[in-house]
Structure formats: C-alpha cells, structure tokens
C-alpha cells in the first residue's frame, strides 16, 4: 500500500500510545442462564467446538519453503532499525524526542512491509484451492458467528422468550445469511441485531432484496443496542423509522446519487444512519442544503455537504445554548454563532447523515473531527489522516482505514476472512503493531488486505481540510465558480395589480465571488447567497421600471440558519432604509414589509447588508402597491365587551379577574424538572393581562422600546427580568397619582404558580385547551406557524379568556427557578434566591418554541441581568384591593 507523507510533527506527540499499544477487546460480561439457557448453552458450544474440529482438519498444508519465506520476512520486519524524530506536542507546546520502529512512520518498516507482503503472496497462491472454496467458506462463518457471539451470550438471548429463541434458530439455519453477517462486519449483540432486520423487514416489502437488503441488514447489526437515538423506545422500532424516512427521502431523490451505489461488501451501509442525531434534526438539515445553501450539495465528495461547516460554523469558543428562548436542537444552535471542533465535526458529520453518506467521528487527542466516504475512498475531514485519531468506530484508526480499502473486493475479502477464522480456530494471538505481530494465519489475514489495496490500485486519499482544524482560514486558494444564468431567471415582471417582482439575479452583474454566490435552486429558479467574508458589505445593484409613483412595500424572499440580521436598503440614491431578517430555520419566508416612496419609471435599489453579513439566501423581491384604507376607531377596552370580571387600566390592558382555586401543578411525561406533579392551592384572586403587555402600553410608561420585532400592538421582548419589575412599579406609582388604583392594589410579575393556574384555566391535560398537538395552531403562535412575534389577542383564548398563554413570547414570571417536591403547597413563591438558584422562571413558550415547549407544564429559566432575548416578555398581574 503506497504511505502518504502524513506524519507531522504538530500531531505525532498526541498519539504515541496509539502507536505502541493494541486495543484490547473487553471480555464479555457472562449472562447468568435459566436451566433452560443452560440447556441452549451446552448445544450452541456443541455445535462451536464440532466446527472448530472440522476446520482445524480442513487446514491447508502450505509448502514449508513458502511457510518459511514468510516467517523469515516476518522476523526480519521486526529487528528493523528505529528512527529518531523531534517532535512538536501540540498541547503540552514542547519539543521532545520520539522513536519509531514497527510504524508506518518508519521509512525502513515500510520498505520491508513490501517484502513481506511479496512473501504472503507465495502462500495466497499456495493455498488457493482452500481460499476460494464456497463451502469452506460459509462453514468458517458459522464458526466465526458462534465464536464472535458467545454460546453464553446466544443462550441468554434466546432463554427471553419463544420469539427470541426462533430468531436465533432462523439465523443459525440459514447459512447464507450467517455468512452475509459476518462479511458485514457482526454485532454486538445478534440478537437484537435479528430484531432489528426481522422488524425493517415486516415494515417494508423491499428491505428483501438488492441492496436495500443489504442496508437493512448492515444498519441493524450496526445498532444492536437496547435503545438507539430516542431513549425510551426500542431500537426496532426507532430503525424502522429512519429507514422508512431514509427510503422515502431516496424515493424522492433526496438522498446522494451515490446512495445505491456504495459498492464492495456493503459494509459501508453500516455507517449511513447517524450515530446520535435525530430524524428531526435530519430533516432539518436536509432543509438546510436544499433551501439555504444547494451548491454544497454538488461539490466533489471531499467536500460535498460537509463544507456548510467551512461555510457556516465558524471556529470559536462561546457559551451553549446561545438563545435559550428558541429552544432549538443543538444542531440548530451550532448555526448561531458557530463553536470549537467539536460542534464542527457534528454539523459535518450530520451533513453527510441526512443524504446517505457514510460518516463516522474522527478523534484524536484534544481534538473531534470526522470521517466520511467518497467514491474514491474514507477520509479524514477538519482534522489529522487516519494515523493519528484515537478510533474509528472503537476501532484502530488505521485498521479501519485498511478494512474500508479491502472491503472494496467481495471476492478477496472473503479470503481475508477465512484466514482470519481459521487462524481463530487455530488459537493464533490476532495482528497487531501494523501487522509486524500475530499469528501465521491471522498475519496473512491482514497481508491479504494489503494486498486487495495494491492489487486494486487503491490509493490513500488523505486528509480533507485538516488546515481548518481549529481555524477559520485556509491556505488553499479556493477556485470560485462561475455559472451562466439563463435571461429567464433575470426578467423583472409586474401582475395585473401593479406588484413588481424582482428576481435576486436581475442585479447589475450577477458574478459569483468571494462574497456572493449565485446558484440554482432545487426547485427551479435562481438564488443568491450572502455570506460575505469580513467587514466590507457587498452591493446589489438594481434598476427597475416602476409603472406609477407612490408607496410600495418592500420585502425580500429570503431563507435564514441564522438570527440577528439586518439588511440595508438604498432607494434612488437618497433613502436609506432597513429591512429586518427573519430567523427562518431554513424555511423560505418574506421578510417584514418596509414602505418605499418610488417614482413613476426607473428607480434604482441598492441591496447589502449590515455586519455580521452573512448567513442569508435570496430568491427575489417584490414590490407592491400600498392600498390606502380608511379606518375609525374602534370600541374602548371596556366597551367592547368586558364583563364585570374585566376591567381596562390607563395604559389600555384589558385585565380578567381569576378566582381563587388550586391545581395539579407540573407533569407527568414532560422533563424532569416538572416532576412530581403536586397540588397547589391559590388563596387569594388576582387580575391578570388578557394578553401579553403590548410595545404601545410599554411605551406609554417606560422611555425607550429594546424589542426586535417592532410593531404597537405585538408583544414587548428583549426585556430583562428588572425592565418588568420597574415597569410594573412605575404603572402602580402613575394610577396611584392619578387615583385610578384602588388602595392596597399594585401591579406585578405573577408567580409561577399563578401563571400556570391561569394558562390550564381548569384544565389538566397538555394544554389549556386539550391534548392536540394539531389545535395548537388555533391558539398560538409558535415554531410550526411564525418566525417573529405576532400581534397579541389574534388566537383563540383559554376558557377564562386569556390570549396567547401558549406561544408568541415567553413569559417571565417572579420566582426563582427551583425544584418541585410532592408536597401540597398554599400561595408559592418558588426556590429561594442564592447561588444554586441563578434562574428566574419564564413560561408559555414563544414564536420559535416547539409544540412541546407550549405545553401548560412546560418550565423554563435564565439569569436575570442579561437574558435579553426576541422571544422573551411579560404579562401584567393586579393585585386584589383588598390583597
């Protein structure tokens, strides 16, 4: 096998124990057996130890000449002269000296290795009747299966049950698939790993054959655990899923076109689904390439996918989760402001996931980078080669790298196999120290694998980008390609209403650059992407034919990985104007409308945007004719339909009047810190705000509105806890001058306890309304129907009449964040202040909250001081006069 010049000094120091020391298989742990498990023990080792005899007997003589020729290579391999290297230790920053020997990072072994290897041929052909024999073949895999098994560890499985016991008596009757497993790779546990198949094989008529076959067989001894990704639920059933929604997405064409293709033994199906990552976050980057950034998907395999890393997850140290309040997977919260190694090589290998191709983690010491396939072989991404991970799959780094490259020859792997077995049979100690070690038999195992690589003219293809390892600057100079845009995608057109709809590449030059990136969408079309490297902004110029003056709304067609950005327009050289950037979480969205006054003919815009710039996809911009409307006011608060129970204050909030009363506080089935579900009884009534205080009350008490999101009647945000406080002081002193509050009232923050008995409104199930997920929609603003604040009370209400306690924005409330205990409690005001409880309670979920985060019990908290967060308010409490 041809040895790429890897070793460098930055990484030798970090992996010296990896290079002088073998990885060990734990023994496994004995099962303790029922009698009947005794009884399965003794007849699967019966059938271990005859197939052992046979094979032993079936044994080649090799010619003693070629047996000694290699023994002799062998020998010689081992006395080669050490090298002495210094060496830089990248984490410790010193220089020391090394000394290599039994390495590929010998210069003197690797030159010997080859004659070795020539020895080992000898005895190849020597022996080939044997090697090629069918027969032999599936004989030696059934050893391999029970050896590899356990006959313990099989009678333990199969003691479970009359099911349990059938799937393993299927598999040992089937030899066909017995050796099919086996090439595969095996399991940790064959009987779940049976399960698994048998179940993605009732779900789906075509996991029976070809190479969904083979996929479904590779996933399932690869993830024969009790549970895989969603804790909680059998591995079975969570495999069936993904490889439901995997076979749909490549019914699709969403998955690589390389997906059916992945050639050699099917091994590397074991490695398609992700190890930890969810469906949802599956789906979601699956959105995040077709909609934000589809060029990523056409680029050579080294970087096809992987590259939104270099593009998007810049390398810095910072605190998670960055945006508490939009309650985002950590996948989505790597988008936000990027992360070390570590988060990199998630978003790199889940990008790989979500299309079909293979990936694996890659770390080496104090560093987490990733590996993935390419048609022309594994490599290491944003980290060192292979040479120097720590494992691969809890395998030697490069002993993986050697089985991905021999696994590519069905034919010849099959002999590296049945060297390896019959060397098992044999009681031969396996390779190790890069196989200058080990057992006549297993030795040549590991020389046939070498000799696959060169025979097939495999090559090494190194690392890929290893020099943004812990940097966001390469030193390769990247080639920017340039597209040709068809005049179909450039024309500006104008419907009947006088809308103008401008396509994002009708600008001046549509030229790809360093800062802007023109691209074909994937569903027809054109786009641009904003990702500007540096301070500088970047012009989009545009002339466009107006058919009328007067005022149009502005908005921009965009789609969004990213929070807190803002755009800049330039209107005929005079105006400037900005345009907020929705969080669209992939999603294509307009933005906000902003009114632009423009004459009658050309007019030109200008398009950039502010710092940080990028992160941003553009479809188009449309321009559209505001329509005056007349408007009279409406009733008053108090007028338009407020009881008794309801009154209206100075500030024009509309307040309900809640009773006393208790309930069952917290959750069953939802997190920890909802548990254990507890009575609380309220004592004393109390007014609270219909809806959320609006930006106009805000402004009518405090000088200066923080919210993102601007608009007079949607909810205030990004006020910290002590903004609330002074808020609801400065509205009890000002109706107190005016002698509009009655004695003894005040205004406040409500407690947790009081938020919650107000948001169930009686009732006790998931939500204030019921337990539909599906109806959420009817009553709140949330991830699946909004991407900002929305304006309060347009939702239906709660059965006391409250808007929006689901959705929309959080909500704080006074107690500090603490822990629930079984006890009754009476009037609670929440954990004590001090160091263990930094957080205050917000609750109610917000405009970017799953529907699980709306829920009624749902509980969430963060420092008091700098929590100013777009999804993040309040809502008013007026004590009782007689309180």
Not at 274 to 283: R, S
Not at 301 to 323: L, T
Not at 667 to 678: A, I, L, N
Request: net charge neutral; proline share 5%.
């Amino acid at each position: 096998m041809q040895q790429h010049d890897f070793i460098k000094s930055f990484w030798i120091m970090t992996v010296l124990g990896l290079t002088t020391s073998v990885v060990v298989s734990a023994k496994p742990t004995l099962v303790r057996l029922t009698p009947e498990g005794e009884k399965l023990e003794a007849h699967y080792s019966k059938m271990l130890e005859d197939l052992r005899k046979e094979i032993v007997f079936l044994a080649p003589k090799v010619d003693e000449k070629v047996k000694t020729n290699f023994t002799e290579q062998l020998t010689a391999l081992r006395k080669v002269p050490p090298i002495t290297k210094n060496v830089k230790d990248h984490i410790a920053k010193t220089v020391r000296e090394v000394t290599l020997k039994c390495d590929p990072g010998n210069p003197a072994f690797v030159e010997k290795q080859k004659e070795v290897l020539l020895s080992a041929r000898a005895v190849f052909k020597n022996s080939e009747v044997f090697l090629t024999d069918e027969r032999h073949y599936e004989k030696m895999a059934k050893f391999a299966f029970l050896s590899h098994a356990t006959p313990n560890h099989l009678a333990g499985f199969a003691q479970k049950g009359e099911e349990e016991r059938a799937l393993i008596g299927d598999l040992l009757n089937d030899d066909e698939l017995v050796a099919q497993v086996m090439i595969l790779g095996g399991a940790v546990d064959y009987g779940q790993a049976m399960r698994n198949y048998r179940a993605i094989q009732k779900a789906t008529k075509r996991s029976h054959g070809g190479f969904f076959q083979i996929w479904a067989l590779a996933a399932s001894l690869q993830y024969a655990h009790k549970h895989y990704v969603y804790s909680g639920i059998p591995t079975e059933e969570s495999l069936v899923k993904y490889y439901l929604n995997y076979l749909k997405a490549y019914d699709e064409g969403v998955l690589d076109p390389a997906f059916s293709k992945l050639g050699g033994t099917g091994w590397n199906y074991r490695f398609v689904f992700p190890d930890v990552y969810t469906l949802e976050d599956i789906e979601w980057i699956r959105k995040v390439m077709r909609n934000y950034r589809p060029d990523h998907m056409r680029r050579e395999y080294r970087w096809r996918y992987c590259r939104i890393v270099r593009s998007d997850i810049p390398y810095c140290s910072r605190i998670m989760p960055a945006r508490p309040d939009l309650n985002l997977s950590r996948i989505q919260d790597f988008f936000l402001e990027g992360g070390v190694c570590g988060p990199r090589a998630f978003v790199g290998q889940i990008s790989g996931y979500a299309f079909g191709i293979p990936s694996r983690r890659a770390p080496s010491p104090g560093h987490g980078a990733m590996a993935h396939w390419t048609p022309d072989g594994w490599t290491t991404v944003l980290g060192p080669h292979f040479y120097f991970c720590s494992h691969i799959d809890g395998m030697k780094p490069m002993e993986f790298l050697l089985l991905s490259q021999a696994q590519e020859d069905p034919e010849g792997f099959k002999q590296v196999l049945m060297c390896e077995w019959l060397g098992s049979a044999l009681g031969e100690a396996t390779p190790s120290n890069h196989g200058s070690s080990g057992g006549f038999w297993q030795l040549l195992g590991f020389y046939k694998k070498q000799a696959i690589v060169e025979d097939e003219k495999i090559k090494d293809i190194g690392t890929t980008g290893e020099e943004l390892a812990e940097s966001n600057v390469s030193s390769e100079t990247e080639e920017v390609e340039q597209i040709e845009i068809p005049e179909e995608f450039r024309g500006v057109t104008v419907v009947e209403n006088g809308t103008v709809t401008i396509p994002v590449a009708a600008c001046k030059s549509p030229k790809n650059g360093e800062k802007i990136r023109f691209m074909e969408s994937v569903d027809g079309g054109m786009q641009a992407h904003y990702g500007i490297i540096g301070q500088r902004p970047e012009l989009l110029a545009y002339t466009v034919e107006i058919p009328k003056a007067g005022k149009y709304e502005f908005r921009a067609h965009v789609c969004t990985v990213t929070v807190d950005r803002k755009a800049l327009l330039r209107v005929n050289r005079r105006t400037l104007l900005d345009v907020d950037i929705p969080y669209t979480k992939a999603d294509w969205m307009d933005t906000e409308p902003v009114e632009l006054d423009l004459k009658e003919g050309r007019n030109r815009i200008g398009y950039t945007h502010y710092t940080p710039n990028k992160g941003v996809s553009i479809k188009h911009f449309t321009l559209k004719p505001v329509k005056m409307v007349v408007t009279t006011s409406g009733l008053s608060a108090s007028s338009a339909g407020a009881g008794q129970n309801e009154i209206a204050n100075t500030i024009g909030a509309r307040m309900v009047r809640i009773g006393p009363g208790s309930l069952m506080r917290g959750s069953t089935t939802g997190p920890g810190d909802e548990r254990p579900v507890h009575r609380v009884k309220l004592s004393k009534g109390f007014y609270m705000g219909v809806t959320e205080v609006t930006q106009e009350q805000w402004e009518s008490v405090m000088p200066d509105n923080p919210s993102r999101f601007r608009g007079a009647d949607r909810p205030v945000e990004n006020v910290v806890m002590a903004d609330c406080v002074e808020f609801c002081k400065l509205l009890t002193q000002k109706e107190r001058a005016e002698g509009k509050l009655p004695e003894g009232a005040e205004y406040r923050l409500p407690t947790e306890a009081e938020w919650e008995y107000a948001c169930r409104a009686g009732s006790e199930e998931k939500f204030g309304f019921g337990d539909s997920d599906t109806d959420l929609a009817d009553y709140a603003w949330f991830s699946k129907n909004s991407v900002r604040t929305q304006p309060v009370g347009k939702k239906k209400a709660n059965a006391w009449g409250l808007f929006d306690m689901h959705g929309n924005v959080w909500e704080w409330c006074s107690d500090w964040k603490g822990s629930y205990t079984a006890d009754e409690a009476e009037d609670p005001k929440g954990a004590p202040a001090g160091p263990s409880y930094g957080h205050r309670v917000f609750r109610g979920g917000s405009w970017g909250s799953t529907a699980a985060h709306c829920r009624s019990a749902a509980r969430n908290g963060c420092g008091t001081s700098n929590s100013r967060l777009s999804g993040l308010g309040f809502r008013l409490v007026r004590t009782l006069s007689t309180q």
